[in-house]
């Protein structure tokens, strides 16, 4: 196998894993409520990100090598047009899926917070609230005080 075929090789595999974490961050939209799921999901992802993270570092040795310093833009117009046609998809691919993903985790983060807030909420209700909706009488007691945030 030449450099290229490497470099190619190692692109397709990058890519193959973002499409995996983007199914995994799919997953777990459907299952929010559910913790057990979430854990194993979130066990799943973590060994994803680990492999993508060596598979990250060997493309950019590999690109070092073969751009040579040039920026992205330089180094694929100095490909022939064969390597232009292999490579130009799988990078677009590459770019594609990270965004994809990045929108696809925000919108997971902003989905976990608001379950974290709904339980929050639940729990107050739950707990209860003995102090009055009113200011207090001075020198009066403030029993009721919960160990619980009451952030809603």
């Known amino acids: 196998m030449t450099l290229w075929d490497d470099f190619i090789a190692v692109v397709e595999t990058e890519n193959r894993l973002l499409q995996e974490l983007i199914a995994i961050g799919t997953a777990k939209q459907q299952h929010i ?5 979430i854990s194993r999901l979130a066990g799943e992802e973590q060994k994803c990100l680990t492999r993508l993270e060596e598979v990250d570092k060997e493309r950019a040795e590999l690109y070092d090598v073969l751009a040579a310093g040039k920026k992205l833009e330089d180094w694929l117009a100095s490909l022939d047009t064969e390597q232009q046609e292999a490579a130009a998809p799988l ?9 994809r993903l990045q929108s696809l985790n925000d919108l997971n983060q902003e989905l976990l917070s608001q379950s974290l807030s709904y339980v ?3 729990l107050n209700l739950l707990m209860g609230d003995d102090t009055s909706p009113t200011y207090a009488r001075p020198g009066g007691n403030t029993a009721g005080k919960s160990i619980f945030d009451r952030k809603v």
């Open 33 to 37: 409520n559910d913790a057990q799921e």
């Open 91 to 99: 990078l677009l691919d590459l770019a594609e899926s990270l965004g």
């Open 120 to 122: 929050q909420f639940s």
